[in-house]
């Protein structure tokens, strides 16, 4: 199987984007990890300090495994990750990539830490791809009443993404460009700002990641991924659907108790967001 920095070099010598997904139990793995496969596409599993609490390291390391194993190409990665301990932890279950989340932190602080994170993971020797984020993206993936505070007025610069590189040595850098985690209760897409994200990828000189992916136009989604982001986060949308398909399910029969009649149908909606977006971001058209 590619590395993923092999496979993240081929989507972007194609001008696509890779999915990643969170994900918070098995059978949304199952699900992202299913849609990939029928479309014979790399796909990289995210969970993020609450999501690997909730499933297990170990869980999450065992499945990615065991898909691997049934020929599956599937990567792991540990999303927003706000303390050195957690990637660590990260580092040495042999997940594929970490991010280091110091966005909240000062720029020079940012760096400082994030170097730190890349000497770890570099020494380790198991060649984990670290990501950092710089400006503003919000936090949770979950329905807004109103966009983030300040959401655009924080855009990434050439030339912090430029420094912060330099640096920091990161493998990958999340830029803020307009999207932002969440999505709004009453619609409205986010515009993403495409021509700032072909400037990030000169400057940065590393591929460009981008997070908020829930809730932007399909235009948007495609030009970004042949602006440069190779990878491109959906999470919100995942949760939507997975309980919207658990909801459906118990709407249709009140009075249901089996888990493995009420959640298939959570899975089904996550097995089908997924494809969707995964063709997207590879360009298939319908
Ligand atoms: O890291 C996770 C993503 O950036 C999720 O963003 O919830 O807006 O899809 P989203
Ligand atoms: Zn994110």
């Keep these: 199987m590619q590395t993923l920095k092999e496979a993240i070099e081929a989507a972007h010598d194609s001008r696509i984007a890779i999915g990643h ?15 990939a496969g029928s479309l014979n596409l790399p796909v990289i599993i995210g969970v993020s300090e609450g999501e690997r609490t909730f499933f297990g390291v170990h869980n999450i390391a065992v499945l990615v495994a065991a898909a691997r194993a049934d020929g599956k190409q599937v ?14 932890e990260a580092v040495d279950a042999g997940f594929d990539a970490v991010i280091f989340d110091g966005s909240h932190l000062s720029f020079e602080d940012n760096i400082k830490q994030t170097r730190e994170v890349v000497e770890y993971a570099r020494t380790k020797g198991k060649g984990t791809l670290v990501e950092a984020e710089v400006g503003r993206i919000g936090t949770s993936s979950k329905l807004l009443d109103v966009p983030p505070e300040d959401m655009d007025k924080d855009l990434t610069t050439a030339e912090e993404a430029s420094q912060f590189v330099r640096e ?14 969440g ?15 072909e400037v990030l990828r000169e400057a940065a000189g590393v591929p460009l990641v981008l997070h908020g992916g829930s809730g932007s136009s399909d235009a948007d989604i495609i030009a970004a991924a042949k602006a440069g982001c190779s990878i491109i986060h959906i999470n919100t949308d995942i949760r939507v659907a997975y309980r919207k398909g658990i909801e459906a399910a118990l709407a249709a029969n009140a009075d249901e108790i089996a888990p493995y ?26």
């Design 21 to 35: 997904f969170n994900v918070s139990d098995s059978n949304q793995f199952n699900a992202v990890v299913a849609a």
């Design 261 to 286: 009649k009420f959640l298939a149908e959570g899975t089904k909606a996550v097995q089908d967001m997924t494809t969707k977006y995964l063709r997207l971001f590879a360009g298939i058209q319908e």
């Design 183 to 197: 999505r709004l209760k009453g619609g409205g897409e986010p515009k993403i700002d495409i021509a700032r994200i």
């Design 75 to 88: 990567y792991l990665n540990a999303d927003h990750t706000y303390s050195i301990d957690g990637i660590k």
């Design 168 to 181: 920091t040595s990161v493998d990958m850098l999340a830029p803020a460009v307009g999207t932002m985690h």
